[in-house]
Nanobody, 122 residues
């Protein structure tokens, strides 16, 4: 029901934009988030956006470099990633959940996309 796309291989300092589109149902009233998981590491929170798009929250590691946005008319959420670093290399997942309070807790998101690989070379 969530389809993530836009990953790829980029050099350090480069940019990518990830997209996450909904199908079969709408997530326009849901909190949407991006998480990532690097090899051998736990899944970690990256960014979240409230259902209206009016409130956003970022992990400290990406603040100032990444921007989350959404277009509810298209049922799509985006993650603009600038100034990419090798440590940003991971599989990126989009997720939808009902709670803003638990926005950083991946266990609180019942809906997940399939993941898109981002690789940043030094």
């Amino acid at each position: 029901q969530l389809q993530a796309s836009g990953g790829g291989l980029v050099q350090a300092g480069g940019s990518l934009r990830l997209s996450c589109s909904a199908s079969k149902r709408t997530f326009s009233t849901y909190t949407m988030a991006w998480f990532r998981q690097a090899p051998g590491k736990e899944r970690e929170f990256v960014a979240a956006i409230s259902w209206s798009g009016g409130t956003k929250n970022y992990a400290d590691s990406v603040k100032g470099r990444f921007t989350i946005s959404r277009d509810n008319a298209k049922d799509t959420v985006y993650l603009q990633m600038n100034s990419l670093k090798p440590e940003d290399t991971a599989v990126y997942y989009c997720a939808a959940g009902e709670s803003w309070t638990w926005k950083r807790d991946h266990d609180k998101y019942p809906y997940w996309g399939q993941g898109t690989q981002v690789a940043v070379s030094s």
